[in-house]
């Protein structure tokens, strides 16, 4: 498998797998140009990474998989976005949420949470109408 350099201005460059790369069709909501991103882990165990984009260097998220935080966290995913990702399977998606910091915490979007397609590495950043979810879900580690 073939790496790619992306630069980032808050990572500096890295070396990526072409298999850590993420095609976003609609890209990331508030950030439609931004359709492109690599993604880096920032822990050993694999709970957050970094969504680097690939063609901006300033802009990057931070994410967690959900289940390391809120383990019954289990969004209905609809399926025309399935339909739309190509899911077929449970065991090709991954869940990914966007991770907020600020003075008051730590915080994870859950009604806002990207939708990836393992296989086909295209993803999908979804807005669910299940309002038990929060755009402000405190991590608790």
């Not at 359709?35 to 882990?41: G, H, N």
């Not at 859950?110 to 993803?123: D, E």
């Amino acid at each position: 498998m073939s790496t790619v350099i992306v630069e980032s201005e808050r990572l500096g460059p890295l070396n990526c797998d072409e298999a850590a790369l993420l095609s976003f069709p609609r890209g990331l909501l508030g950030f439609e140009h931004a359709r492109e991103f690599a993604v880096v882990s920032a822990d050993e165990d694999g709970a957050y990474s970094w969504l680097q984009c690939m063609n901006d260097p300033q802009l990057s998220f931070l994410a967690v998989v959900p289940s390391f935080f809120f383990p019954d966290y289990s969004p209905v995913i609809p399926d025309a976005d399935a339909d739309e990702l190509g899911l077929t399977s449970d065991s090709h998606t991954q869940l990914l949420a966007l991770v907020t910091i600020t003075d008051d915490g730590v915080t994870a979007n859950l009604l806002g949470p990207i939708i990836v397609n393992l296989r086909t590495r295209t993803a999908r950043q979804l807005v669910l109408s299940e309002q038990q979810y929060s755009v402000k879900e405190p991590l608790v580690a």
